[in-house]
């Protein structure tokens, strides 16, 4: 039989490796999270898929000179640098596709 004293030390050295392990896994979870707190950081892995073979998002504008319905993309918007009242100005456009058009049609930014 184990006397008082004897059951005291034991559950005192039960508690001492409870804590133990306690504070271990507690270091090995944040470890564990910094770890992935530098990676994802980095950008490595991102979870962004491709699913479209090109531009979904359109937008519609109506040609200032032959008055077709033209539809484009972001990619399709030009942006050219000018001037106004002294200041640098950027004012977008995207071309007529029609043959005998080709007018630089003025857009709104895309974004
Ligand atoms: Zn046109």
Excluded at 15 to 38: H, M, W
Excluded at 66 to 90: H, N, P, R, W
Aim: net charge positive; charged share 20%.
């Amino acid at each position: 039989m184990f006397g008082i004293a004897e059951v005291t030390k034991l559950f005192e050295g039960c508690i001492r490796g409870a804590l133990i392990v306690f504070v271990l896994t507690i270091g090995i979870v944040a470890l564990a999270g910094y770890a992935a707190g530098i990676k994802s950081s980095k950008g490595g892995n991102s979870m962004v898929k491709v699913s479209s073979d090109g531009p979904v998002l359109t937008k519609k504008v109506v040609c200032s000179k032959c008055a077709y319905e033209l539809e484009y993309t972001g990619e399709d918007v030009k942006d050219v640098q000018g001037f106004i009242m002294g200041e640098s100005d950027t004012s977008y456009y995207i071309v007529c596709p029609r043959k005998s058009c080709k007018k630089h049609v003025t857009v709104k930014a895309w974004w």
